[in-house]
């Protein structure tokens, strides 16, 4: 069983992916480009390898116009040498990646320019697969399409353009159900006649349901799809956005709910792709509650990450925490979250938020310059009579974090919760 998440993460240092217009995609704007992101991507590996990260779906967009005539450049021999470092981190440390094209990539679109580009970006993200040297299991996610007013049509035309894919490719395709168009019975139907695996969506199946069947039903429905050298089946799950249009992705997962999910569908024998708005955060915070080690070392790290975040919450809750993780023979990580998920969501309160930030500032009270001291205590003032927002003050404290190289805080989640 693995829990992963999806192309970016949050609150990683240099893993940023950089892109570019057409006008200015020059060969050496390019080159430049695809260098920054292949560094990315191997800082997020390592990141995820320290994490013990072991599902991850890389971004499409590495390779700037990756499938596009726009880049002419062989980056597959030019980086080749990258491409094997990266990909023998990810083999040594048993992690699983996939690719996911966007939404333009249309397989069974009735115009054949449409179909044509489609065809040629499942090449360049097998390709990309390929580099890295990745087995079969290593899967490529896509949609069946649209509709164009006729579904039953909509599905055999999919069918037919699937047949005009390299074997390779067919291997690494795995189809997923939709949101608005296609549901989990669609897609099986189209899984099953062409022996293509169905990945399992929960919350395209809330938005867009075949009937009122379980997960666990449509789950051990798609199992049905996935042969051996597929690898372990793999689900996508996500928690609705309770502010937003339904399908819409949560910023955090909810541990309690996910917990529920996770023993009502057996979820040691899957590999869950989390999609959620904080990626990493979510990641781990699951992983950890329902890991066998149960090794308290994994709590305390990440409550090195989220104390001043809770400090400015809830003091309380606070030492609630530095209480609780003191028996260092009790290892209940769901107990832990649900502590955290209260506190990050009660609202803000100056008086928690300056005993959070004076705390932070300890860190440069002793190296800081005057001038940045009196930017600091200024700041402060000015959040008390509501002159500036909390966060002005917290990018002062971060800017200080880079530049005295406080790892401790740089590695923290308190410049990105709120």
């Known amino acids: 069983m693995s829990i992963g998440y999806a192309c970016l993460t949050v609150g990683v240092h240099n893993a940023g992916f950089k892109s570019c217009t057409i006008k200015n995609a020059g060969y050496e704007k390019l080159l430049g480009l695809i260098e920054h992101n292949l560094t990315s991507l191997e800082n997020i590996i390592d990141y995820n390898i320290e994490n013990n990260i072991n599902l991850f779906r890389i971004s499409s967009d590495i390779i700037p116009f990756g499938s596009s005539v726009v880049n002419n450049i062989p980056w597959w021999d030019i980086f080749e040498e990258r491409f094997q470092i990266i990909g023998e981190k990810i083999k040594k440390s048993n992690m699983r990646v996939s690719m996911h094209p966007g939404q333009y990539t249309v397989l069974n679109s009735p115009k ?15 390709h990309f697969l390929d580099c890295l040297n990745a087995g079969r299991d290593s899967k490529i996610i896509l949609h069946i399409g ?9 599905i055999m035309r999919f069918m037919d353009n699937y047949k005009l894919l390299d074997e390779n ?26 022996n293509i695996p ?3 969506d929960n919350l395209h199946n809330t938005a867009n349901p075949y009937d009122n069947s379980s997960d666990d039903f449509w789950i051990k429905e798609c199992s049905k799809t996935w042969n051996i050298s597929d690898g372990r089946q793999k689900v996508h799950y996500s928690q609705q956005n309770p502010h937003k ?3 819409s992705h949560s910023e955090t997962i909810g541990i309690n709910e996910f917990m529920e999910f996770y023993k009502h569908v057996g979820g040691e024998n899957l590999d869950i792709m989390l999609e959620v708005k904080d990626k990493n955060i979510s990641c781990i915070k699951c992983i950890n509650s329902t890991v066998q080690h149960e090794n308290i070392k994994y709590l305390e790290k990440e409550w090195s990450r989220y104390k001043y975040s809770v400090l400015e919450k809830s003091p309380e809750v606070y030492l609630k925490i530095r209480q609780m993780l003191k028996n260092k023979n009790v290892y209940d990580a769901v107990g832990f979250y649900n502590i955290l ?3 990050m969501s009660k609202k803000e309160e100056k008086g928690h938020a300056i005993n959070s930030l004076q705390h932070v500032w300890g860190y440069f009270k002793g190296v800081a310059t005057e001038n940045e001291k009196s930017i600091f205590m200024k700041l402060v003032d000015e959040y008390m009579k509501s002159e500036t927002s909390l966060q002005t003050v917290k990018s002062h404290l971060k800017k200080l974090t880079i530049k005295y190289r406080q790892e401790y805080l740089k590695n923290s989640y308190y410049f990105i919760l709120s």
């Open 112 to 126: 054949h320019e449409v179909v044509h580009r489609a065809v040629e970006d499942l090449i360049y993200h097998n």
């Open 146 to 154: 649209g509709v164009y007013g006729d579904k039953k049509s909509a």
């Open 169 to 194: 490719i067919k291997n690494r395709l795995v189809i997923e159900n939709d949101d608005k168009s296609f549901n989990v019975r669609d897609v099986l139907e189209a899984g099953v006649q062409l």
């Open 198 to 200: 169905v990945v399992y």
């Open 245 to 247: 249009k339904k399908g």
């Open 341 to 343: 998920e209260f506190a």
